[in-house]
């Protein structure tokens, strides 16, 4: 049995350089769009920060078992 050899090699295969661009163009477009989303979310919760002003005003009525603690409860911000 004789041993074949290789004799398809393509250095610009998508196995070669060109799947090596493939990819790192691949990961920095994920990085880049990451990113512009990370700031988007970031911005948006400087302008719609959180306000503690309901869960820390008064906590003397918050009962154990109770329907009327959703009062004290955390709030969306508005």
Avoid: H
Avoid at 18 to 40: H, N
């Amino acid at each position: 049995m004789a041993a074949t050899e290789n004799t398809n090699r393509a250095v610009f295969g998508l196995n070669g350089v060109t799947g090596m661009l493939i990819a790192t163009v691949l990961l920095l477009s994920i990085l880049v769009f990451l990113t512009v989303w990370g700031i988007g979310v970031q911005q948006g919760s400087a302008s719609n920060f959180y306000d503690p002003a309901p869960i820390t005003s008064n906590l003397d009525n918050v009962k154990m078992i109770s329907t009327e603690n959703a009062n004290y409860a955390f709030k969306d911000a508005k």
